[in-house]
Structure formats: C-alpha cells, structure tokens
C-alpha cells in the first residue's frame, strides 16, 4: 500500500512544465480531468499489482486521454466505393462555389432576414424562392431542413384530420425511419390506400376520390426499390386530372429532385422535378443533397396559395433552413441557371464521367503506384436514386490477403478510406474520389502497399 503515496500528487504534476504546455493547448479544466483520471487508474491498477508508473509513462497517458477526449468524430472521408450519393457518408459533395458562400455567411454577419432596400425586417425565405421559381416555372417555393420535413410540413397544413389517398404501390420506407405511412399518421391525416403492392389503376384513385373526399391525393416516389413484372401504374398527368377533376390537390413526393436528365449518361430516366409540375402537381417535395447535389435540404415548390398556407403553419418554424444551407443551396440553384450544373456540381461531375476518364485515372494510379490491376466494375447513384441502375467503371483493385483487415487500416487512415470488396480483394472506385483528394488517397494506398511487403 505504500507504494500508492510513490505515486505523485496532482499538485506536482500540475507544476511541471509538461503539465503546462498541456494547460496551454486543451485548457486547466480538461487538462485537470485528464490528470485525475489517469491518476485513479494508476491507482486502481496498483492495488491489482500493477508497478508505479514512470512520470513520462504518466504523462503519455495523460496526453492520450486528452487527444482521445478532444477527438472529434465527424471527419472528412474518402470515398472510394463508387456509391455517388452515399447516405453513409453525408450525400452530395458541395461544388466549390457553394461551400464558398457557406463560409461567406459563416463567418460573418449576412442579410438573413434583413431587407437592404429598405432597411427593416426582410424574410429568409426570399433567397432560394426566387431561383427556384426561376429554374422550375414554379409560382412559389419554401425550403425546410430536409424532405421528411417538407413532407411532413405539407400533410400537416393540407390534410389534417382529412383523408389523403395514396397507392398501396408507394407506401414506402425511404430509410432512416420515413416511412410514408407512419409520416401521414404523425401529421393526423388518414390514411386512403388504394390499388395493390404491384398494380394500381385510374379507376382504383377515381373511386377512391369520390368515396373519400380527401383533402389530397399524394404520390411518393418510390425512390429505393423497383418493383418489376406484372406491374401498373396510371401516368402521373392522369392521377393528377383525376384529382383536380373533384377540386382535391395532388402533392409529388419526389425523394431525388432531379433537374436534368440522369438518360443522358447511361441511366433510366429519373422523374425529374419539370415533370411533376408540367403533369400538373400542386407541389413537389424533394431532398436538396440528392441528385440536385446542394446542402440537407427539404424543397417545396408549387402553387402560391399553398406554399404560402405552409410558410404560417407553426411547424415550418420548426423545420426551416439555416442560414448555412440557403447560402449553398442558392449557389448550388445557380449553376443550373447558369447551364454548368454539370461541370460544377460533383454529383453530377461523377455521374457524367465516362468510363474512358475514369478508365485513365485509375491507370495514372497504377502507374504512380506501380502496384494494383484494372478491373471493370460498375458505380451506382445511390441515396434512394435509381435503384439497380449502375455505371461502367474502372477500379483498382490491390491484391493484398484479409481484405477485411485492410479496409480497417484504410479506416484508421487520416483521412479515413473507405474502400469496397470485390471478389475478396480491396478495390477502390476513381468515380468517387474528389481530384483534391486523389495524392492523399494514393500516398494512403502506397503506404499500405508496403507495409505488407
Ligand atoms: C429521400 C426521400 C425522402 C426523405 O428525404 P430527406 O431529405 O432525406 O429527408 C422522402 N421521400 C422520398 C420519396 C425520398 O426519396
């Protein structure tokens, strides 16, 4: 037991100069902590048989505790999976121009809610309305945190205690818990299902819009998954004159908010936002960091009454847009009007990529490597866009055993990679690395090269 007073006290670790380069850096409170808790170890273990700790193996810990504490854990990653849109991994990139004027707000004051012209109170729903209205043909738009939001938002001021009618083809769960059913109970409207899971027809909305009177007639787009065989559904444009035929709204549920057309790079067609306005939807509800490729977003664009009923219902305070993501949701809205959306935004920079770009990419890797072979594999758009809709891709695959122990090394990287598996070796998929990424990402892969050699 006497050995526990060899141990020294808190009070003299703290006066040694080690101890206050520490102070310096993570403050006294924390460095304090960090003093205490290795101190009660030490002592725990010494009462198990452990020895005194040397004061530099003392100081170790306490300096690993301190950068274990102030570890934070959102960090930025390297994407190598080839999943564009990854859920997982925050959705889209923003371009350069977007995180840009994110910073611009950031750091400063900005004309959030302040009118330049006048001098008074202004409206931070102003900022992305006017592109968006602009870029769509809508009369009118809102933007909210994300499109669980929007959607929540609309059922809720629309159709409360009302019926809304929806086929049983769409009652979909979009992941992380929105499930369109549990969505319209939470906004007490009630729920109308019509057809069956793989079939419905004009005739089941008609007979259910004359039967029910609801409030709306609402179209999700069932964004994850393919239904295929004996299937049917009646065009949007018919669902939606069906509606308007008994003076009912129809709301367009899109998930991916599409602008351009995803047919022009080897994809199926995408529903894009255009077309639900054009087949006569009443409002549209999409995420902003899916296919448009912006911030976490949720966008409602349509009919000016209504976006307007939506701007005063309580919960729109609840769920409304940050100053951060109006910044880089206009920017991002920009390069669309701009026509360079594509060369732009990096969604859709990775998207539009050809195989013969990506093909030459992975070779420059292969040469700066001197290590890896070229595999055909194939990329996907991810994040509930385009289900079993993939790319031709090149990827490097390195042929090192226990691939799952090398995807945790790539893992513990700085930055973290997070590579994929194919046919039992660690591949890695050009599509998604960020160019400004690529030397990081090759000095990472290098590194793990030779320490297996
Ligand atoms: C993705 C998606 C949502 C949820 O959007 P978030 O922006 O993630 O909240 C809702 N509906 C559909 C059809 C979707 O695809």
């Known amino acids: 037991m006497s050995d526990l007073r060899r141990l020294p006290s808190i009070e003299r670790l703290l006066q040694t100069e080690q101890a206050s380069r520490l102070v310096t850096e993570f403050g006294r409170p924390?460095?304090?902590?960090?003093?205490?808790?290795?101190?009660?170890?030490?002592?725990?273990?010494?009462?198990?048989?452990?020895?005194?700790?040397?004061?530099?193996?003392?100081?170790?810990?306490?300096?690993n505790w301190l950068y274990a504490t102030t570890q934070t854990t959102l960090l930025p990653v390297i994407n190598a999976t080839g999943v564009i849109l990854h859920t997982n991994l925050g959705r889209a990139p923003l371009s350069a121009d977007a995180s840009l004027a994110m910073q611009r707000v950031a750091t400063g004051y900005s004309s959030l809610e302040y009118n330049l012209e006048n001098g008074q109170r202004g409206s931070r729903e102003v900022h992305a309305e006017a592109l968006l209205a602009r870029l769509t043909?809508?009369?009118?738009?809102?933007?909210?945190?994300?499109?669980?939001?929007?959607?929540?938002?609309?059922?809720?001021?629309?159709?409360?205690?009302r019926a809304v009618v929806i086929s049983r083809t769409q009652l979909v769960e979009i992941g992380g818990g929105f499930r369109?059913?549990?969505?319209?109970?939470?906004?007490?409207?009630?729920?109308?299902?019509?057809?069956?899971?793989?079939?419905?027809?004009?005739?089941?909305?008609?007979?259910?819009?004359?039967?029910?009177?609801?409030?709306?007639?609402?179209?999700?787009?069932?964004?994850?998954?393919?239904?295929?065989?004996f299937t049917s559904e009646p065009p949007l444009?018919?669902?939606?004159?069906?509606?308007?035929?008994?003076?009912?709204?129809?709301?367009?549920?899109?998930?991916?908010?599409?602008?351009?057309?995803?047919?022009?790079?080897g994809l199926s067609h995408e529903p894009t936002v255009q077309e639900s306005l054009a087949a006569g939807a009443d409002l549209v509800c999409f995420s902003g960091d899916k296919l448009l490729g912006g911030p976490q977003a949720g966008i409602i664009i349509g009919r000016k009454a209504l976006i307007q009923k939506l701007k005063k219902h309580p919960l729109a305070r609840a769920v409304r847009a940050d100053?951060?993501?109006?910044?880089?949701?206009?920017?991002?809205?920009?390069?669309?009007?701009?026509?360079?959306?594509?060369?732009?935004?990096?969604?859709?920079?990775?998207?539009?990529?050809?195989?013969?770009?990506?093909?030459q990419r992975a070779q420059h890797w292969q040469t700066v490597l001197g290590a890896g072979r070229l595999v055909d594999g194939l990329s996907t758009v991810g994040?509930?866009?385009?289900?079993?809709?993939?790319?031709?891709?090149t990827l490097l695959v390195v042929d090192l055993p226990k691939p799952n122990q090398v995807m945790a090394r790539l893992r513990s990287s700085n930055p973290p990679?997070?590579?994929?598996?194919?046919?039992?070796?660690?591949?890695?998929?050009?599509?998604?690395?960020?160019?400004?990424?690529?030397?990081?990402?090759?000095?990472?892969?290098?590194?793990?090269?030779?320490?297996?050699?």
């Not at 273990?45 to 004061?55: H, K, L, S």
């Not at 549990?182 to 057809?195: N, W, Y």
């Not at 994040?383 to 790319?391: D, R």
């Open 30 to 63: 924390l460095t304090l902590d960090a003093v205490r808790t290795v101190l009660a170890e030490a002592r725990q273990d010494m009462q198990t048989g452990a020895e005194v700790p040397e004061p530099d193996e003392i100081f170790t810990r306490i300096n």
């Open 137 to 161: 043909g809508a009369e009118a738009a809102l933007v909210v945190n994300n499109n669980a939001a929007a959607v929540l938002l609309a059922l809720s001021t629309l159709a409360k205690r």
């Open 383 to 393: 994040g509930g866009s385009l289900p079993e809709e993939t790319l031709p891709t």
């Open 323 to 359: 100053k951060l993501c109006l910044a880089a949701l206009s920017e991002t809205l920009l390069h669309y009007l701009k026509n360079e959306a594509v060369e732009k935004i990096p969604v859709w920079q990775m998207i539009s990529q050809t195989n013969d770009q990506i093909r």
């Open 180 to 229: 369109v059913p549990e969505v319209m109970k939470q906004s007490g409207a009630r729920l109308v299902e019509v057809g069956t899971t793989n079939r419905v027809h004009l005739s089941d909305y008609t007979a259910a819009i004359a039967e029910t009177s609801p409030a709306l007639v609402l179209h999700a787009h069932s964004s994850n998954f393919k239904i295929i065989g």
């Open 237 to 265: 444009v018919e669902v939606s004159e069906a509606a308007h035929q008994h003076g009912v709204l129809f709301l367009d549920d899109l998930g991916s908010g599409a602008l351009l057309d995803t047919a022009h790079y």
């Open 417 to 453: 990679v997070i590579a994929c598996i194919v046919a039992d070796r660690v591949a890695f998929d050009p599509r998604t690395v960020l160019p400004a990424q690529e030397e990081t990402l090759l000095r990472q892969i290098k590194t793990l090269i030779q320490s297996h050699t």
